[in-house]
């Protein structure tokens, strides 16, 4: 879709949960990859990245546009990117929309916390002990970031 157009009115926009978004029905491939989180390839799709971006648009104004966002961000797509620099890349695009609407701030922020999320362990106790033993990568000394008590 985005390969053929950068015009979203090609698109029929359906509301879901406040945001506009695509009905192609269709995921088109850039011929672009993206490394996952694990370091694998996967191929870049904008009904992937859309889907991504419309899941947390719960509860905003209608007008926040997902697939809108999503043309943006594959603008800056590079061969190569990482799951991390796109996610950051979303949340920085809908944060530079809140000229439109005011609700593509709290998208950016949502886009943002999920992206952290994903990137934090989900043992609480591997979290304290990576906290706790942080060691400065410019000075290679220790650096906790909790303290003992």
């Known amino acids: 879709v985005m390969a053929e157009s950068n015009n979203s009115a090609r698109f029929s926009p359906v509301e879901l949960d406040g945001c506009a978004s695509p009905a192609s029905g269709r995921d088109t491939p850039f011929g ?5 989180r694990d370091g694998k390839k996967e191929t870049v799709f904008f009904d992937k990245i859309t889907a991504r971006i419309r899941k947390l648009c719960y509860g905003l104004d209608k007008s926040v546009d997902s697939s809108m966002v999503t043309q ?12 991390v620099q796109l ?6 695009t809908a944060a530079y929309m ?12 949502r886009i943002a916390v999920s992206n ?3 990137e934090t362990d989900k043992d609480f106790s591997a979290v304290v002990d990576t906290l706790y033993h942080y060691v400065d990568k410019k000075t290679s000394r220790k650096a ?5 008590d």
């Open 116 to 118: 952290l999320q994903k």
């Open 144 to 148: 906790q970031l909790i303290s003992d």
């Open 32 to 36: 672009m990859y993206v490394v996952k």
């Open 87 to 92: 996610d950051n890349l979303a949340a920085e």
């Open 72 to 83: 943006k961000v594959v603008a800056g797509v590079v061969n190569g990117i990482t799951t």
């Open 98 to 109: 809140t000229t439109v609407h005011p609700d593509y701030g709290i998208l950016a922020g």
